[in-house]
Structures are given as C-alpha cells and as structure tokens.
C-alpha cells in the first residue's frame, strides 16, 4: 500500500481566507460589515473541519486532537463563535449594533441580542479585535500540529532522511505523486539518499509556516499593511445599547428602545454634572 503524505497546507489556506475577511471588516459598515463577519465565521469553522479531513489518517491524530476539542470547549469565547457560525450558516444574520468613532477604522461594533448571550469576556470588546483573538487561537490549533507533528504537516520537511525514518515510506510513494513509474527513483545508486530528497523537495511547495507563525502572533495584514482594530473600553455609548439588548439584570430590549433609553441615561447623566 502505498504511504498517504498529508500537508497542512489546505487548512493554512482556510486560515488566511478568513484574514482575509477579517481585513473587510475592519474596511467596512452596515450591511458590508455583516457580510465579512460571516464569511470570516464560515471561514474560520471551517479550519478544523479541513484539518479532520486532510489529516485524520495520521497516525496519532484523533488523541490529539481530542485534546484540543477539550481546551477549546473550555474556553468560552471560542465556544461563543462556533455558535455565531451556526446562527450565520442556519438562522440567518449574526446580531450586533456599531457606532462611528473619531479614529481609525472609524467604526466599532459589539455582539447583542443573539441567542446565545455574549460571554463577559467579550463584553465591552470591538467585535473586529474579537474575531482577530479568535483567529489567532484557531491558528494556534493548527500551529500545535505543526509542532507535534512536523512530517506529516509539510512535505518538505517529510522529503528528508529524518521524515523518511519516520514515515516509513519508499522513493516509489514519491514518485507515485509526481506520477512516476515504479523503480523510477531507484536508479542512479551513486547517488546518496539525501540528496535525491532533496532534488525531490523540489517538485513540491512548502506550506507557508511564515504566514502561520504570523497569525498565531495575531499579526494580521492586508496589502502588506497591518490591520488597525477600534480600541475600547466598554463605556462607549454602543457599548451602553448593546447592554440593554443584552439585558442581563434587565429585559431586553428592543434595539430601537435600546438606542433611545442609552442616550436617554446618557442625557441624564450629563444634566446630573
């Protein structure tokens, strides 16, 4: 039977599909917004679901994944987005409210009225930095099977004398992907296996571990730029109305009567000084 090489590349390229809507969301509002936001959830769902299908044959995979499952369950922001994901995917659009500011992006948004109650860790947070975090904790995941599993994560580092120790697999698996007749690689004995893996390494890219290392570093870019998140401190008067459709101690309520009982407080708060 021949060896199954298996690369992370696909998943890294699901990583940066969702950089590249979390760009948009910090380019954009209104309904722009709520595009990207769920194109960045989709994408980013989608992560693990690549790397279960690509990699699930790896021997080892399942035990470590598993335990990643567990930390990410655990952790209650990421479990908030996977249900943001199956809103967007099978409810329709995820909830939330924004409001201009005076610096760049120039809008900030927050998570309200979902069915899912906001986690306070994610309370008071613009929800483009939020997804940011996210981001760079998936990436993480992927990252942590870079780390545990090198050969089986790119083929450049399985074409090696290690990687074939460690694989255990045969110059003809490597000629069965370049589509190659058996006993093909075998000629040429003056010629060391090292070097023959390394002129095969040739035929194939390497997956992009830089853009990796990058986006578990939450280095996120756009053109060659730096993504540039609204700052917040959870006292913004978006941050008031997305409270009150929250609810919490109160009712919820509706985001019309959200806006209007916010600004309401917030006029009676300056009257008050």
């Known amino acids: 039977m021949r060896y199954r090489f298996t690369s992370l590349q696909a998943t890294i390229e699901k990583l940066l599909e969702a950089e590249y809507f979390l760009a948009g969301m910090t380019r954009s509002q209104g309904a722009e917004?709520?595009?990207?936001?769920?194109?960045?959830?989709?994408?980013?769902?989608?992560?693990?679901?690549?790397?279960?299908?690509?990699?699930?044959?790896?021997?080892?995979?399942?035990?470590?994944?598993?335990s990643w499952r567990q930390r990410m369950k655990a952790d209650p922001a990421m479990g908030f987005f996977l249900e943001l994901r199956n809103i967007s995917q099978h409810e329709g659009p995820v909830s939330y409210v924004g409001g201009s500011i005076p610096y760049p992006p120039g809008w900030t948004y927050r998570f309200a009225g979902n069915r899912e109650a906001v986690p306070m860790v994610l309370v008071g947070r613009d929800i483009a930095a939020a997804c940011g975090e996210h981001l760079?904790?998936?990436?993480?995941?992927?990252?942590?099977?870079?780390?545990?599993?090198?050969?089986?994560s790119c083929i450049h580092v399985a074409l090696?004398?290690?990687?074939?120790?460690?694989?255990?697999?045969?110059?003809?698996?490597?000629?069965?992907?370049?589509?190659?007749?058996?006993?093909?690689?075998?000629v040429g004995e003056?010629?060391?296996?090292?070097?023959?893996?390394?002129?095969?390494?040739?035929?194939?890219?390497?997956?992009?571990?830089?853009?990796?290392?990058?986006?578990?570093?939450?280095?996120?870019?756009?053109?060659?730029?730096?993504?540039?998140?609204?700052?917040?401190t959870g006292a913004d008067l978006t941050d008031d109305v997305a409270r009150l459709i929250e609810g919490g101690k109160e009712a919820p309520l509706v985001p019309r009567m959200a806006v209007l009982t916010a600004l309401g407080r917030r006029i009676q708060e300056m009257d008050a000084e």
């Open 190 to 232: 003056a010629i060391g296996i090292e070097d023959k893996l390394r002129m095969l390494r040739r035929e194939f890219d390497p997956i992009e571990a830089d853009g990796l290392k990058r986006l578990v570093q939450g280095r996120f870019q756009h053109g060659g730029e730096y993504l540039i998140f609204a700052a917040s």
């Open 160 to 186: 090696t004398a290690e990687g074939m120790a460690r694989l255990g697999y045969s110059l003809d698996d490597v000629g069965a992907l370049l589509g190659l007749p058996p006993g093909y690689l075998e």
């Open 33 to 66: 917004f709520g595009y990207n936001l769920n194109a960045f959830l989709a994408a980013c769902r989608s992560v693990t679901f690549v790397m279960q299908k690509s990699l699930s044959k790896v021997a080892g995979f399942d035990a470590w994944y598993d």
């Open 136 to 152: 760079a904790k998936t990436s993480g995941v992927v990252d942590g099977f870079r780390s545990a599993f090198p050969y089986e």
